[in-house]
């Protein structure tokens, strides 16, 4: 596994960093990537000096508070990306004919989606939710990756727990991770200017409002990311407009316009991570393949591991994906995982099952 700490930057002029910075993503947890489970968990003080400042927030979380997104370079190593490309492959094989029902159809935007998937010719599939779900092809191979440490070491970063505490992630909940793919039959496909979660409709004082609530000090209660396959370039954002009201150009602008003011294409290699605050104003843009010349264009695997709040908003956010069909499912234990990365992802699975106890939430947007 790629270490992550040598690798990380910003896509814009990182904050100085102190000497005593503490590494990126300690070493004190099992990697769910190691095949010698019997290996003891080394202590922290075997394997990381001790930080200055345990609970100081990280230049990972400060960078994010500052530009609402960080790109990591080459967070996946290259045996990582052969599996996973592997497993990507097969299941988009068969999503695109109708044996996976859970996709994102073109071209609507948001959930829920039809599972049955339109045409080649009409663009066919954009997405592909449920990678850990019991039945999904390959799924060890994505629980592999979604709760190892390369992740799980950044996000505890991102929701400001204690690196140096293996017990500060009981405060750490399961969450989504899908898969976009490009659309097929040559048929280019766009989303629209959003924020995840605040409806587009909403007047400044309640944009302000929401803004300040769901991310208090500029913090999430979850962290969301997106890691490429296959280098992708589909990924548009606004920097810093994640903690403001839109402008007047902003608030005005054509929903799918193809330039505001600052915009940034994410521009990533495969193995690379973006991860983001979700209220970010971003948009997608989808490059059309034509899957009879063998094209094959986007897999970018994306993601998002919660903090532990019982908070109802969060929990309308990810079950609106349809995770209460499963998630507490006989077979949804991950029992092909191995010592302690099996007992970070029951854990963190058991706690969405407590979240999901609720009532029917509804959707966040609409479209
Ligand atoms: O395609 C992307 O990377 C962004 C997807 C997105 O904005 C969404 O799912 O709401």
């Given at each position: 596994m790629?270490?992550?700490?040598?690798?990380?930057?910003?896509t814009s002029t990182p904050q100085s960093q102190s000497q005593s910075q503490p590494p990126l993503v300690p070493t004190i947890l099992s990697?769910?990537?190691?095949?010698?489970?019997?290996?003891?968990?080394?202590?922290?003080?075997?394997?990381?000096?001790?930080?200055?400042?345990s609970t100081c927030p990280t230049h990972l979380l400060n960078s994010l508070k500052r530009d609402g997104y960080i790109h990591i370079p080459s967070l996946l190593d290259p045996v990582q990306i052969f599996s996973l490309r592997k497993a990507a492959t097969h299941i988009v094989t068969l999503a695109r004919?109708?044996?996976?029902?859970?996709?994102?159809?073109?071209?609507?935007?948001?959930?829920?989606?039809?599972?049955t998937p339109p045409p080649d010719s009409d663009g066919g599939i954009w997405g592909i939710q449920h990678l850990l779900h019991p039945d999904m092809p390959g799924r060890k191979e994505f629980a592999k990756l979604y709760f190892g440490n390369a992740i799980i070491g950044v996000?505890?970063?991102?929701?400001?727990?204690?690196?140096?505490?293996?017990?500060?992630e009981d405060k750490i909940v399961m969450e989504l991770l899908n898969l976009l793919v490009s659309p097929s039959g040559n048929r280019d496909f766009?989303?629209?200017?959003?924020?995840?979660?605040?409806?587009?409709?909403?007047?400044?004082?309640?944009?302000?409002?929401?803004?300040?609530?769901?991310?208090?000090?500029?913090?999430?209660?979850?962290?969301?990311?997106?890691?490429?396959?296959?280098?992708?370039?589909?990924?548009?954002?606004?920097?810093?407009?994640?903690?403001?009201?839109?402008?007047?150009?902003?608030?005005?602008?054509?929903?799918?316009?193809?330039e505001l003011k600052d915009m940034k294409v994410v521009k990533m290699r495969a193995g690379d991570a973006v991860f983001y605050d979700s209220n970010i104003l971003h948009r997608g843009v989808y490059k059309g393949v034509d899957l009879?010349?063998?094209?094959?264009?986007?897999m970018t695997l994306h993601g998002s591991v919660g903090l532990y709040d019982h908070s109802e908003e969060r929990a309308k956010n990810v079950l609106q994906h349809g995770l209460r069909d499963w998630v507490d499912r006989e077979d949804a234990?991950?029992?092909?995982?191995?010592?302690?990365?099996?007992?970070?992802?029951?854990?963190?699975?058991m706690r969405l099952v407590e979240m999901g106890n609720g009532e029917d939430l509804g959707y966040s947007l609409e479209g």
């Open positions: 790629a270490s992550a700490s040598s690798t990380v930057t910003t990697s769910c990537h190691s095949s010698n489970t019997s290996t003891p968990t080394p202590t922290p003080t075997q394997t990381a000096s001790k930080p200055a400042c004919s109708g044996k996976w029902p859970y996709i994102r159809t073109v071209p609507k935007q948001f959930p829920p989606w039809s599972s996000v505890k970063e991102l929701l400001g727990l204690n690196l140096y505490d293996p017990r500060s766009e989303l629209r200017w959003h924020r995840d979660d605040i409806r587009w409709e909403v007047d400044a004082e309640e944009e302000k409002r929401q803004l300040d609530e769901k991310s208090p000090g500029g913090r999430q209660a979850h962290a969301q990311y997106n890691i490429a396959l296959f280098d992708d370039e589909s990924l548009i954002v606004v920097p810093a407009s994640h903690r403001r009201v839109r402008t007047e150009e902003e608030r005005n602008a054509d929903p799918y316009a193809p009879e010349k063998g094209e094959v264009g986007r234990p991950f029992n092909e995982l191995q010592g302690k990365c099996r007992a970070r992802a029951e854990g963190m699975r």
